[in-house]
């Protein structure tokens, strides 16, 4: 237990001191958060928006003039049928579609309200949020404006319809998917150098002549990582909680449970490769290459794995971040109980010891 | 009781296509300083790795300690201590800190054994928390040592210890060793430079994975079958030719400021004279001159 602890100590020295290491383990989480939260959901501008103005009245043809004169926008006001619309959405050729019904301006001035609708292709979320409000606010905006002289309010009612997509579901989507990403990315790189290094620096040698376990060093090799990994679960959460509103729905402790399993999953996988490469750079770009592909192919966080061939639906199954991405969506958004992620964590312990048992089983006692 | 003894020891290399040791015998003495000596390349790391089990050997055996180094491999790294050729310790830990997570791993602490490495390092403590990545290469090599000897092992292996070390360096090195010899503890140790076989009780002269010769540095200097003379002249180039293409030499080779000879036997200080002086070159010093190791290292080489 004293060699396992000072084996510990010596493996924390070196994640400590070695600055760089730490900048990558600490600061990938909070860039990633940050990127895919905030960066890739930045102004959206002139996104092409089709107007069918049933209307072309008074109204209809002011609220277009300041749709129009708003950056945001590259207005297309061709007239076409619903059908027409739909298959320019279905092209991608346009974002969005405002649609005044005919009546617009009499609704407004004789019942004091009027209705118009705004179809937004959702299957990007988070473009499709904006969009959705730069018009209200340009609609409000411009009600408040006519309701200045008025001693009747007027109300114009926007009925945002979001095609494709109806629950915006990327918004949710990242949070478990950079998850998944960066405990992936930073436990298996990390630890895929740890003893490859050992041997590159020749201290494997010395430490092959001397009473060692090999389990003791893959064990003592895991341990920080793993602790410095739940920090970075602990960073993520708070950021999603805090800076994204995104609270966890289910058990918390079931998730912190669940990321400890996949973060050591990933840990194994990491030593795994330690073992079976000879130089950290060999090391470094396979958990890079390897990793970082698969898993953001794979886990279903950019690309749904349901809409992939049959071949590469199977080729996901290997991938311990599709599973965890499951888990921590299931848990962390619909807030659902052990009891609907039992198949996954079973699959990621499986994972766990057969990577465990593979390492032990090629830890060479003697140099190639 | 023998401390190591090697029997037809042989490894190869590339399926067969280097033999980097070839039939390699020798036996070592409990509380020996026993010495390999030989160039780069010559085999000695091998062999030193095979002691120390961890490569194996294709062909012959070997026992460390009355251990075989490929059945009993896990009792052998117990009980010695190994120093590789290239630093090995940990560069960002702290020489404190390399020494204790060394004693860790042998199962002792560093009070244990302190009196066995207290010589060495009073001499590097000043400096005991400064990282071993930042120290110069003798306090390398001494904190390598107190490292390799924490556990009191019974056998040493220090492979090349003093290369890219410093003359002084070098020499405080070797007096550390002869102290440990006293300690009753069995050293084997390998090194380039000729100059240091001298300190050793036997060596072996090693080249291309072959024994040479094996005897006390004494009786191989003794075994030197000529006359060895030492020669001098300006310009050294001419000299050099000379003596060469001179028909009675047997070796001649540049060594330091002189240069080195052997003749067949009958010849002696007279005949050469007098042939260099039918070569134009007539100031020449010559003088008989006792041989050291690297004579007869090259001597062994040439026949």
């Known amino acids: ?368 | 009781m023998e401390a190591v003894v090697v029997n037809a020891l042989s490894k190869t290399y590339g399926q067969g296509a280097t033999r980097a040791v070839d039939n390699v015998s020798f036996a070592v003495s409990k509380g020996e300083l026993f010495g390999l000596i030989g160039p780069d390349g010559a085999g000695k790391t091998s062999i030193f790795r095979m002691l120390t089990t961890v490569l194996l050997p294709d062909g012959g055996s070997a026992a460390v300690d009355g251990l075989d180094i490929v059945k009993d491999y896990k009792e052998i790294r117990n009980r010695v201590g190994y120093m590789p050729g290239k630093f090995s310790l940990y560069p960002d830990l702290s020489i404190e800190e390399n020494l204790n997570f060394f004693a860790t791993v042998f199962n002792t602490t560093v009070e244990e054994n302190y009196d066995l490495i207290k010589d060495i390092y009073v001499q590097i403590e000043p400096f005991k928390k400064r990282r071993a990545g930042k120290l110069s290469g003798g306090m390398k090599q001494k904190l390598a040592l107190c490292c390799a000897l924490i556990h009191k092992p019974s056998v040493l292996f220090l492979d090349e210890p003093t290369t890219g070390v410093d003359p002084v360096s070098r020499k405080e090195f070797w007096e550390m060793l002869r102290r440990l010899k006293e300690q009753n503890i069995t050293i084997v140790v390998s090194t380039p430079y000729m100059d240091e076989a001298t300190l050793c009780d036997r060596i072996a002269l090693i080249q291309n994975g072959k024994i040479l010769s094996i005897d006390t540095p004494a009786n191989v200097v003794a075994s030197y079958p000529d006359t060895l003379y030492a020669l001098r002249s300006e310009p050294m180039f001419a000299l050099l030719q000379a003596v060469e293409h001179y028909p009675h030499t047997r070796n001649s080779y540049a060594f330091g400021e002189y240069m080195h000879a052997s003749f067949t036997d009958g010849v002696g200080e007279d005949e050469v004279k007098n042939y260099l002086r039918e070569q134009g070159i007539a100031a020449v010093e010559m003088k008989k001159t006792t041989p050291t190791i690297e004579d007869c290292f090259i001597n062994k080489l040439k026949n």
């Open chain 1, 1 to 368: 237990m004293k060699q396992f602890l000072t084996f510990v100590r010596k493996e924390f020295a070196h994640v400590l001191r070695d600055r760089k290491t730490l900048l990558i383990l600490f600061g990938m989480p909070v860039v990633q958060i940050l990127i895919f939260g905030f960066a890739l959901t930045s102004e959206v501008k002139n996104s092409r928006v089709l107007i069918v103005d049933n209307a072309n009245d008074a109204a209809s043809q002011q609220l277009l003039t300041k749709i129009e004169a708003s950056q945001y926008f590259e207005v297309d006001r061709s007239v076409m049928s619903p059908l027409q619309m739909e298959a320019a959405f279905r092209e991608g050729e346009i974002k969005m579609a405002i649609v005044f019904p005919a009546n617009f301006n009499e609704d407004l001035l004789h019942q004091n309200q009027a209705h118009v609708q705004i179809v937004t292709d959702a299957s990007d979320p988070n473009t499709a949020t904006s969009l959705t409000n730069y018009v209200s606010s340009i609609i409000q905006d411009y009600q408040a404006s006519l309701n200045q002289t008025l001693s009747v309010p007027l109300r114009i009612l926007p009925e945002t319809r979001f095609i494709y997509n109806p629950q915006l579901k990327g918004v949710y989507n990242y949070v478990p998917g950079v998850m998944a990403l960066v405990l992936m990315l930073v436990c298996v790189m990390m630890t895929a150098v740890s003893i490859v290094r050992e041997k590159e620096t020749g201290t494997m040698e010395v430490l092959l002549v001397s009473p060692f376990k090999p389990v003791l060093v893959i064990l003592s090799k895991a341990v920080p990582y793993l602790i410095l990994s739940l920090v970075n679960v602990g960073t993520i959460l708070l950021m999603s909680i805090f800076v994204l509103d995104l609270p966890v729905a289910g058990n918390l402790l079931l998730l912190l449970a669940e990321s400890t399993l996949f973060i050591i999953t990933c840990l194994t996988l990491g030593i795994f490769i330690s073992i079976k490469t000879s130089s950290q750079q060999v090391a470094m770009l396979i958990s890079l290459m390897g990793m970082l592909l698969p898993t953001m192919l794979f886990s279903g966080f950019m690309f749904p794995i349901e809409n992939m061939p049959v071949p590469l639906q199977i080729i996901s199954n290997i991938v311990p971040s599709k599973w965890y991405y499951l888990i921590v969506k299931a848990v962390m958004i619909k807030g659902l109980g052990f009891s609907a992620i039992w198949k996954e964590t079973l699959i990621l312990a499986g994972m766990t010891l057969f990577l465990f048992v593979i390492s032990l089983k090629n830890f060479k006692i003697r140099l190639a």
